[in-house]
T-cell receptor, first 112, second 112 residues
Framework: AQSVTQLDSHVSVSEGTPVLLRCNYS??????LFWYVQHPNKGLQLLLK??????LVKGINGFEAEFKKSETSFHLTKPSAHMSDAAEYFC??????????FGKGTMLLVSP | KAGVTQTPRYLIKTRGQQVTLSCSPI?????VSWYQQTPGQGLQFLFE???????NKGNFPGRFSGRQFSNSRSEMNVSTLELGDSALYLC???????????FGSGTRLTVV
């Protein structure tokens, strides 16, 4: 079985400062890992994915994440936050036959 | 290209009724998954279909069922609705299970 733990339920940053959203995973098999973002009253948008290629993954809107097997982590970062980044972010793990296991989500708040 | 289309966007049903939700995946995507999102339980996996076959099923009662047609379109049915079934139901499609999923905007079901 697999599981995901998002270490912070809320993260607050100021516009222009770095963003760090933390995620730890547990998996019996080699996982695929994803970050999704959900804006209010919208569906989920794929930010980036790790599928056993490069450990540093670049995504859309300036986000990136690094897969660290030894730490079982897949933290999401962005050098400079923008007001439009305010949303809920989900770390997701997938192994075998496409079952996605979601973390509880991290709400990112961006202040001017 | 067109995204994942879910219909209807909103539904209000009465306890005891049944409901059918529809999902049209991205053209060429053969894998379709369904998820339930609630404030208390977060995002939970319902089931996944690939080429008309259910490959995996989440931990939901038998009142929740689904199917996939030969054109990859999928439907989800919930019978004998309960108040606790009120949720956002998300459909997602993918060409393979390692590519990451594209989500629709969801169907918001309210049971009164």
């Amino acid at each position: 079985a697999q599981s995901v733990t998002q270490l912070d339920s809320h993260v607050s940053v100021s516009e222009g400062t770095p963003v760090l959203l933390r995620c730890n995973y547990s998996s019996s098999y080699s996982p695929s890992l994803f970050w999704y973002v959900q804006h209010p009253n919208k569906g989920l948008q794929l930010l980036l994915k790790y599928t056993s290629a490069a450990t540093l993954v670049k995504g859309i809107n300036g986000f990136e994440a690094e897969f660290k097997k030894s730490e079982t982590s897949f933290h999401l970062t962005k050098p400079s936050a923008h007001m439009s980044d305010a949303a809920e972010y989900f770390c997701v793990v997938s192994v075998l036959y496409s079952t996605l296991t979601f973390g509880k989500g991290t709400m990112l708040l961006v202040s001017p | 290209k067109a995204g994942v289309t879910q219909t209807p966007r909103y539904l209000i049903k009465t306890r005891g009724q049944q409901v059918t939700l529809s999902c049209s995946p991205i053209s060429g995507h053969r894998s379709v998954s369904w998820y339930q999102q609630t404030p208390g339980q977060g995002l939970q996996f319902l089931f996944e279909y690939f080429s008309e076959t259910q490959r995996n099923k989440g931990n939901f009662p038998g009142r929740f069922s689904g199917r996939q047609f030969s054109n990859s379109r999928s439907e989800m049915n919930v019978s004998t609705l309960e108040l606790g079934d009120s949720a956002l139901y998300l459909c997602a499609s993918s060409p393979t299970d390692r590519e990451g999923y594209t989500f629709g905007s969801g169907t918001r079901l309210t049971v009164v």
